[in-house]
């Protein structure tokens, strides 16, 4: 066991808040999960592992819900899914030197709390038009997001969907549905390219006990309404927490570059 038993019920506290926080707004907690475990656990194969396999317990239920009501279409989302998961597999492949995992990994974390902030201060879409472009576009997104996804071990939703969002691709709900679709499929392909690598790391006490917590989570955030806190509250609340780590690792990690 990596953990002892106090650091681990923290670390569920955490996991099962971010799984209910996150899947009530549409995402996994991919960019979160990795910013708690790397104040718990050095082995970055771990890391990545464990938020992938937590990535895929919320979203797969939240994928099920947008298509059994109607928000999703498989051949609208076929662009991105087609050029995502080859890339997704191909970041994942990779076996990164553990500085520049945790460097990538911080950049990421600064960036996607950059994007999810941005999101929050989104216009109003109810009167907007939206605007269409050339599938290649698709493709293109997909695949940069997907690459990015496989190489720190995050499903991607959380950069698709600002970025759509500031395209006026489609309605929110359907970019929603798209996002979390999106972060099941290089899931997936994330976790398959870490088994070809020989770099899935899942220490099972840590992983069961983690998914537990996630699936919990996750189940309730999608079921439930948030009285006290808006979406856009807690996409704030949890862009903060996800900024501050990304810069913390970036601090510790960028000197050994030089």
């Not at 997104?141 to 690459?147: A, C, D, H, K, N």
């Not at 798209?178 to 992983?207: H, R, Y």
Request: aromatic content about 12%; overall charge positive; some cysteine.
């Amino acid at each position: 066991m990596l953990l002892s038993i106090e650091n681990l019920i923290l670390l569920c506290s955490g996991f099962f808040v971010v799984a209910t926080l996150y899947s009530s707004v549409g995402f996994g907690g991919g960019s979160s999960y990795l910013a708690l475990l790397a104040l718990f656990l050095t082995g970055f194969f771990a890391i990545r592992s464990i938020a992938l396999i937590c990535n895929l317990v919320v979203v797969s239920g939240s994928s099920y819900l947008y298509f059994k009501n109607g928000h999703a279409k498989f051949k609208d989302f076929l662009p991105f899914i087609a050029a995502s998961i080859p890339l997704a597999f191909i970041g994942a492949s990779f076996r990164l030197q553990e500085h520049v995992f945790f460097i990538l990994l911080g950049v990421s974390l600064v960036v996607s709390a950059i994007f999810l902030a941005w999101q929050t201060f989104s216009i109003s879409r109810s009167d907007e038009q939206f605007k269409t472009y050339p599938k290649y576009m698709n493709y293109l997104l997909g695949g940069v997001i997907g690459l990015l996804s496989g190489l720190v071990g995050i499903g991607g939703g959380i950069f698709l969907a600002p970025i759509l969002n500031h395209l006026r691709w489609d309605k929110s709900i359907k970019i929603a549905a798209l996002a979390s679709f999106f972060i099941l499929v290089n899931s997936i392909s994330g976790l398959v390219g870490l088994v070809q690598g020989d770099m899935l790391n899942l220490p099972w006490k840590e992983t069961i006990a983690l998914v537990i917590s996630v699936l919990i989570g996750g189940q309730l955030g999608i079921r439930l309404s948030l009285k006290r806190f808006t979406p856009n509250e807690i996409k704030r609340v949890t862009a903060l927490l996800v900024l501050v780590v990304g810069i913390r690792i970036l601090i510790k990690y960028i000197p050994e570059l030089f």
